[in-house]
C-alpha cells in the first residue's frame, strides 16, 4: 500500500470514526481497495511508531506555552474503565490515556514542571498539578452549580456571585485594551479581588454551603484570568477536544485493546495539532509516512 492510501485509511478511523469493519467495506466498495482488517491495524500501528517524535514534540510545544487547558473523560478498554487525557493550548493538542484518574496520570504524561498557567475544572488532580504561574478554574462549571441553587433553592447569594462573575469577565475586556492604563488596571483588578472577598464573607444557608466551601477553598483560582489578556476564564477548548473520546466510543462502543486506545491518542494529537497550526490533517498524515512531518512551537 502507498502513502496516499495509508494516511487515507488513518484519516478515516481517527478522524472520521469509521471503524474497521466499515473502513473494510469502504475501501473495497469507494477506493476500489481490498484490504483486511488486520492490514488496517498494521496502517494504524505503523503510523503511530513513525508519529512518536512529532508526538513528544507537541507535548513540548503545548509545555511552551503561556496557559495550558486540561481535561478527562472516562472511557471503556474491554470490560475495563480507563480515562482519555487532554492538555491543550492555542497551538497543540496532547492526548493521552491511562488506567488512573488520579495524579499519577498527571505525573505520567505531563509532569510537574510546567511554568505556565492551567485551565480547568475543579478537580482534584488538575488541581494538584504543578503549574508556576497558577490555575484558573473554569467559570462555565461553578456558573451551572449556582444556577441550580437559584433554580431550586432560590437562594440570592448564587445570584449575587454569577452577576459578579459575569461583570468580572466582561471587564477584563476592558481593562486589557491597549491604551488602558495599568495602574488603573490593577486598581480595577484589586477591587474585583476585595468585592469577591466579601461575597465569599456572606452568610450562607446549608444548601449553599458545600459550594461556598468551594469557592473559599480554591479563591485565589477564580479571578486568576483577569491578571492576563490572554489566559481564558473558562475550560471549553478542552471539553471540546475531549468530546472526541465520547463520540469514539458512541460510534464504536470501546476500545478491544489498551494499545488500540494509545494508538488513537496518538494520532489524535497529530491530528488535532495539525488543524491548529493550519495544516490539512490528511496532509499533515501524509508527511508522517515520510517522516517529514513537524509542528512550530509558540514564540515567546
Known sequence: FGNKLKSTIVYL???????Y???EDLSRDVLGVSISKASIENIIESSTKKAGPVYQSILSIVKKSSWVGSDETSKKVGLKKCWDWVWQSEHATFYAVDYSRGYHAVQTHFGDMYKGVLVHDCYAAQNKTHAQSGHQLCHVHIQRDLKFLIDVYHSAWAYRVTHFLRK???ARGHIWASDFDPDKRQKIIQHYQDSFNSLLKMPVNKTCLRLWKRLIKHKEKWLFFMSSSHVPWHNNSSEQAIRMA?????????FRSFRGAERHAVLLSVIQTAKKQRINPLEAIYQLQSHSLSFSAPSS
Open 13 to 19: 478511523n481517527v478522524l472520521q470514526l469509521i471503524p
Open 21 to 23: 469493519k466499515r473502513l
Open 168 to 170: 468580572a469577565q466582561k
Open 246 to 254: 465520547k463520540v469514539k466510543q458512541k460510534i464504536s462502543g470501546c
